[in-house]
């Protein structure tokens, strides 16, 4: 479990700079592809480290509102992502 959890971890460090990448392409291009492939980095990245704090937070309960943030980010931001396919661009 504790490699699971590291390596959740990882990607989701590994998330970041993707994520700025492609938002910084998407920004400079205007280009419909890039936002909605960093929205989607973004929410895997989000998803990837629900477990991690997850996994402390039976440890240690002060986290559980970390959990929480985490969870509802997740929801906003698959809500957000699913609804940008109905607008036009």
Known sequence: MARVVLGLFVYCLVTI????????VAQLARVTWARRASEAVLISGVAALI???????????????G????????????????RSYTRPS
């Open 67 to 82: 959990v929480v943030l985490l969870v509802v980010l997740l929801v906003v931001g698959v809500v957000l992502h699913v």
């Open 51 to 65: 477990p991690v704090v997850l996994d402390r937070a039976l440890e240690k309960p002060v986290l559980w509102p």
């Open 17 to 24: 700079p993707v994520f700025l990448g492609l938002a910084l």
